[in-house]
T-cell receptor, first 114, second 112 residues
């Protein structure tokens, strides 16, 4: 079955450490997204990518970086510059970034600080 | 600008109805609705396009009032499986990409 796989499910970060969250999709979707979700909050867009080797900052990109070397993969790195990284991170994809495209989500990665 | 959802939370008995609203101060092209169960991925329910379209999905339907820039999600004869947090995501009429802005969610709890 096609879908989006995020790993790991739980991740712990030490002070000053960079960590990378994995997101892989086999839906053949062009567009991919990373969201951050804090308790009781909606989803906030970190980065999105419309096509391989191209990505744009979302609303809260500071302290994060991404790459899109393959269509299927869109890893997110939480850098040490992100001072409050504890959150639930969701990866999503859609056929394209054209209007009116539903987004399909992975099961998320819960990141905590040690 | 983030859309406003109301109510923030609602508790229902099985079989009761509920309405969740999503309002924006910006002109919208469309409104997406998603449901998220605790600790899980949001699941796509439906998209409403400007033009006052109404859509249905099982006993869940929605409408989009373009004049008010508001969408309403209707849950009829609720079931236990409807429990979760409902999010609306809005696409701006001035935008050209599927960059959604999500509301803060409405927590729905259906009790037996």
């Amino acid at each position: 079955d096609g879908g989006i796989t995020q790993s790991p499910k739980y991740l712990f970060r030490k002070e000053g450490q960079n960590v990378t969250l994995s997101c892989e999709q086999n839906l053949n979707h062009d567009a991919m997204y990373w969201y951050r979700q804090d308790p009781g909050q909606g989803l906030r867009l970190i980065y999105y990518s419309q096509i391989v080797n191209d990505f744009q900052k979302g609303d809260i990109a500071e302290g994060y970086s991404v790459s899109r070397e393959k269509k299927e993969s869109f890893p997110l790195t939480v850098t040490s510059a992100q001072k409050n990284p504890t959150a639930f991170y969701l990866c999503a994809s859609s056929k394209s970034t054209g209007l009116n495209q539903p987004q399909h989500f992975g099961d998320g990665t819960r990141l905590s600080i040690l | 600008q983030q859309p406003v959802q109301s109510p923030q939370a609602v508790i229902l008995r099985e079989g009761e109805d509920a309405v969740i609203n999503c309002s924006s101060s910006k002109a919208l092209y469309s409104v997406h609705w998603y449901r998220q169960k605790h600790g899980e991925a949001p699941v796509f329910l439906m998209i409403l396009l400007k033009g006052g379209e109404q859509k249905g999905h099982e006993k869940i339907s929605a409408s989009f009032n373009e004049k008010k820039q508001q969408s309403s999600l209707y849950l009829t004869a609720s079931q236990l499986s409807y429990s979760g947090t409902y999010f609306c995501g809005t696409e701006s009429a001035s935008g050209a990409t599927n960059k959604l802005i999500f509301g803060t969610g409405t927590l729905l709890a259906v009790q037996p």
